[in-house]
């Protein structure tokens, strides 16, 4: 008769329903092999912490170092000042440079409109902004405000190096750099912006030395010595398209008067003595 006991077998319990005992011989039940599946996967997990490492190891090797930085060309600042504002350096690791942060913090800068960063592997950082530029210039309380083609203050300086229009007939009493400029006479305003526009179109930034919008109904554009009549912002396109090819006629020492008021009459550029 077959009688169960329990046993001790290679220091691992074995269940007293597992052994059976038949006279003096004792059936001890077969241990259960190793499965393939168990180790499969051991060998996996040693892999990946193998991966893992040597990854780690390359990833921050001199491998992967800053070498080389790309920045878009611009007017306002230079490589190394845009370098300097986002904490960027060669020799830093391509992978642990911040570049979310490094957008947020040149964004914030009025002069900028929209920046990118981008990894050329293995060793180059590149920096592409599109640039807001400065399209004319307010006076206001012993300084200059800086304005971009849509009315937005740049800047404010005691002074200027670029020739640009000289915008005058705007009423505000303060201003927020990086924002659009509020004025009590918008329609005014919006005619600075139109203005500036064709004016960039048609390349007369650097010719134009003031505009006066203090009547939106008789906007006066000044070039050298002549006064150009542009009335209203109707036809604005056609106007400052024709202004740009009559003042390139026009010696910079006449003096007289453009009336471009109404584009279904004749020019009339009257000499003044």
């Known amino acids: 008769m077959r009688k169960k006991t329990h046993l001790q077998h290679d220091n691992s319990k074995i269940s007293t ?18 499965g393939w599946k168990e180790f499969f996967s051991y060998k996996v997990r040693l892999f990946l912490i193998i991966f893992i490492l040597i990854a780690t190891g390359i990833l921050f090797s001199p491998l992967f170092q800053v070498k080389h930085i790309q920045v878009t060309e611009l007017q306002c600042y230079s490589q190394a000042e845009i370098c300097k504002k986002i904490g960027l350096t060669v020799g830093e690791n ?29 060793d180059t950082i590149v920096v592409t902004i599109k640039e807001r530029k400065v399209r004319g210039y307010i006076p206001y309380m012993g300084s200059y405000l800086y304005i971009d083609e849509n009315g937005r203050v740049l800047d404010a300086k005691k002074s200027f190096t670029t020739t640009r229009p000289m915008v005058r007939g705007l009423q505000f009493d303060a201003f927020e750099l ?64 024709t202004m740009a090819e009559i003042m390139k006629t026009i010696p910079k020492e006449d003096r007289g008067t453009l009336d471009l008021r109404d584009m279904s009459k004749p020019i009339i550029f009257q000499y003044l003595t």
């Open 17 to 34: 329903q597992d052994i059976v005992q038949e006279g003096n011989v004792t059936y001890l039940p077969k241990r259960r092999k190793r």
């Open 94 to 122: 391509v992978f642990l440079f911040g570049k979310r942060n490094a957008v947020k913090v040149l964004e914030k800068d009025p002069y900028i409109e929209e920046a990118k960063i981008s990894r050329k592997l293995p």
């Open 178 to 241: 990086g924002e659009i400029l509020e004025v009590d006479n918008p329609e005014s305003l919006d005619i600075v912006v139109k203005v500036a526009q064709m004016m960039t179109k048609y390349q007369l930034l650097d010719m134009v030395v003031e505009i006066d919008v203090s009547d939106p109904k008789q906007v006066h554009a000044y070039v050298n010595k002549v006064d150009i009549l542009l009335g209203d912002i109707t036809d604005c396109d056609q106007k400052i398209k």
